[in-house]
């Protein structure tokens, strides 16, 4: 049974690498927008963190899922 959980826990926190690979993503796009548009650049940083923001809220719920899953399953 503790295999399972263990399993379990592991596919929980994939979630950081989906929210990585999404930031990076943003990032670049970002980078992108204020090379063609410098003048925007106040706007694109706002939308940027906040898309950042949510990105890294889901890799933290993971990480969470994945601490409950360890601690309440035992």
């Known amino acids: 049974m ?3 959980i263990a399993i379990g826990a592991a596919i929980a926190v994939l979630t950081g690498i989906g929210a990585g690979v999404g930031i990076g993503i943003a990032t670049a796009k970002a980078v992108d927008a204020v090379a ?3 003048e925007a ?3 694109i940083s706002k939308l940027l963190l906040l898309g950042c923001a949510l990105a890294e809220a889901t890799a933290i ?3 969470v899922i994945a601490l409950l899953i360890i601690l309440f399953l035992k």
């Open 36 to 38: 063609r548009q410098p």
């Open 61 to 63: 719920y993971g990480f």
């Open 2 to 4: 503790s295999t399972l």
């Open 41 to 43: 650049e106040g706007k």
